[in-house]
């Protein structure tokens, strides 16, 4: 997809430097299946206990991270790794572990502002795996994501997760309709709120595979 071997252009901007401490670093690794029609939009490559070698760690079949996607989400709507493309939003990687969500809260920062400067620098890697994927479904995992793909590409969709959660959104990419479905963060599924709304939100994914098999007859959807 043409992206580049090295950028370093939030780095000599200095983009919130005054925050952390040390360089961000590219991390390019996203996982493209063999049929991909749905997207699958992480944050950024970067966790708080460790380092991840692919997005979402999906090519990590023993993480947390990798069960929850595959096992708790994917699976059960019908969906394989094959029928799957992720990304992240930012595709660099924050230093010593620094996530995001402690950067900003130790400097009573609101994430998504924090966020943006850096995908401002990372939206035309990602305008261009759109363009190549072509996605029917759209899946954002956290409130971050949600908000940010909403402020870029002017959805009407409630800006707040809890509002958002469970239900399917038919939103314009470019001059196409599709669907978009969004997921809350690994982190947050043990919150009450979003346990009690799950298997909506399942159940809203499997239809949207359904629906969006059936405008596309070749949508790789295994249940034929």
């Avoid at 380092?51 to 990798?66: F, G, P």
């Avoid at 595959?70 to 029928?83: H, R, S, T, Y």
Wanted: hydrophobic share 40%.
């Amino acid at each position: 997809m043409g992206f580049p071997r090295d950028c370093d252009i939030c780095v000599q901007a200095k983009i919130n430097t005054h925050l952390f401490h040390g360089d961000i670093e590219l991390n390019l690794k996203p996982v493209k299946g063999a049929n991909p029609s749905v997207l699958l939009v992480g944050q950024d490559p970067t966790i708080a206990k460790g380092r991840i070698y692919s997005v979402l760690d999906l090519e990590n079949t023993s993480s947390s991270l990798y069960k929850y996607i595959v096992g708790e989400i994917l699976q059960p709507a019908g969906l394989k790794i094959d029928n799957i493309y992720a990304t992240d939003l930012i595709k660099c990687r924050f230093p010593n572990n620094q996530t995001p969500k402690i950067i900003s809260q130790s400097h009573g920062v609101k994430m998504r502002d924090f966020l943006t400067p850096f995908f401002l620098n990372c939206r035309r890697w990602l305008i261009q795996e759109l363009r190549d994927i072509h996605p029917r479904i759209v899946l954002s995992f956290g409130e971050p994501v949600h908000q940010l793909l909403i402020q870029e590409f002017s959805w009407t969709v409630p800006i707040g997760m809890k509002d958002a959660f469970g239900n399917m959104y038919i939103v314009g990419l470019f001059h196409d309709n599709v669907y978009y479905i969004p997921c809350i963060h690994i982190n947050s599924k043990r919150h009450p709120h979003y346990r009690n709304r799950w298997n909506g939100f399942i159940q809203s994914l499997k239809k949207t595979v359904i629906s969006a098999r059936g405008l596309n007859t070749s949508f790789p959807f295994p249940y034929q």
